[in-house]
């Protein structure tokens, strides 16, 4: 059986990747300020803690990483920050809707696949906690019960554009490379899945660092990509 991985955000849910952060950043620093949080840093705190998950080297998980910078530069992330955090997702984050699309293509492409029986991997930068993952999944018509695995910061110690992320991806789901095709946006991100030996298609209907003209991958719309899937 052929195992199809696939990225979310601007994948099978649209988005603007720029409009989302900087929506979801103002809201969580506005969720937090009662807390004590200064509103002013704590964006560049929170990119921080993201930059270390992205070149995290695989010894602990990237929701570790993300707290162990968190801390040293703002003194905060103890159980009670984080449970802070978590309620942010639960409370807030769904006002965050309102910047991402909607391409009923997306789960149309996911059911026609799981009807035929493949593999399904959601294969989306494990930067985030479960619960804004799973937000995000529903924002874009899907189910969790849609994919095998679901990457996400609790669980993974890498992250895109390392290639090790995918190699450790295949070590958890005990896939081979070789019979995998990765479907992605982002000509930087997704594409190193090619140095595992997977083969990679970018929607390009948000892609992301890059211009269609430069792809040397194929790439296209949903139309294009069932052509390449060949369903």
Known sequence: MDTILFDLDGTLLPMNMEHFIGV???????????????????????????RAMVVNDGTMTNEARFWQVFRERTGRGDAADQEMFLTFYEAEF????????????APRLIEDLRKQGYD?????????PRPATMRRIAWAGLNPEDFRMITTYETMNTCKPNPEY???LCRKADLDPARCR???ND?????????????????TDCLEN??????TVPHGGFAEVRKWLGI
Do not use: H
């Open 24 to 50: 979801y950043f103002k809201l969580l620093a506005q969720y937090a300020a009662p807390y004590g949080f200064d509103p002013k840093t704590l964006a560049a705190d929170i990119w921080e803690g993201t």
């Open 94 to 105: 769904e006002k965050v809707r309102s910047t991402c699309g909607y391409n009923p293509e």
């Open 120 to 128: 399904l991997i959601l294969a989306t930068n494990p930067m985030f």
């Open 166 to 168: 995918f190699r450790e």
């Open 182 to 184: 990765m479907i992605g």
């Open 187 to 203: 000509a930087v991100e997704d594409t190193a899945a090619l140095a595992c030996g997977m083969q990679v298609f970018l929607i």
């Open 210 to 215: 890059g211009r269609p003209e430069e792809l």
